[in-house]
């Protein structure tokens, strides 16, 4: 089935250092991929997604492109903050292509001031 | 914010016994899912609704069950409660299958 796998944290940055956090995935079909990212003791929300190859998610300075032949979808930030400092978690659409969404196991971000 | 709550939020419990987590919604939105949250895990899906008394398993739904009589309420149960079970409890809900989940803040279970 389809899967996906992320970067173990936690990824410990200084403030406006440069932000890559991997998630390669495996699926059959042409899944939608999806960052979310959980802040402290709250429930998750959608930060980008991309529904199609070549496409690129960008939200709030955060970009993540659908990369097909490497089956990847990387998330990137050139300036992070402190604010940012959460939880990120990349997932894709289920086998069949059902909006039952798989997540990745998340990776925790500290920025530092 | 998406109108979501879910009750308890905190609830330890002792292994043998019922538990009920409640996910109440005022959005009116559709779908509705539960995903439970453990380290090295990520989320990973319990049960979810596509409408009233429609339901279905996830990939974890051994010794789970839900009910969804209402279109703004989707109950989670575990008829006999383990510590394998303990574990952050996570409602969703969606208007439409764009995997635009909006998730309620969460219910901490610790079964002793």
């Known amino acids: 089935g389809n899967s996906v796998t992320q970067m173990e944290g936690p990824v410990t940055l200084s403030e406006e250092a440069f932000l890559t956090i991997n998630c390669t995935y495996t699926a059959t079909g042409y899944p939608s991929l999806f960052w979310y990212v959980q802040y402290p003791g709250e429930g998750l929300q959608l930060l980008l997604k991309?529904?199609?190859?070549?496409d690129k998610g960008s939200n709030k300075g955060f970009e993540a492109t659908y990369r097909k032949e490497t089956t990847s979808f990387h998330l990137e930030k050139g300036s992070v903050q402190v604010s940012d400092s959460a939880v990120y978690f990349c997932?894709?659409?289920?086998?069949?292509?059902?909006?039952?969404?798989?997540f990745g196991s998340g990776t925790r971000l500290l920025v530092r001031p | 914010d998406a109108g979501i709550t879910q009750s308890p939020r905190h609830k330890v419990t002792e292994t043998g016994t019922p538990v009920t987590l409640r996910c109440h919604q005022t959005?009116?939105?559709?779908?509705m899912y539960w995903y439970r949250q453990d380290p090295g895990h990520g989320l990973r899906l319990i049960h979810y609704?596509?409408?009233?008394?429609?339901?279905d398993k996830g990939e974890v739904s051994d010794g789970y069950s839900v009910s969804r009589s209402k279109t703004e309420d989707f109950l989670l149960t575990l008829e006999s409660a383990t510590s394998s079970q303990t574990s952050v409890y996570f409602c969703a809900i969606s208007e439409r299958e764009t995997g635009e989940l909006f998730f309620g803040e969460g219910s901490r279970l610790t079964v002793l």
């Open positions: 997932a894709l659409t289920g086998m069949d292509s059902s909006y039952k969404l798989i």
């Open positions: 991309a529904t199609k190859a070549d």
């Open positions: 609704s596509y409408g009233v008394k429609d339901t």
């Open positions: 959005e009116n939105h559709r779908y």
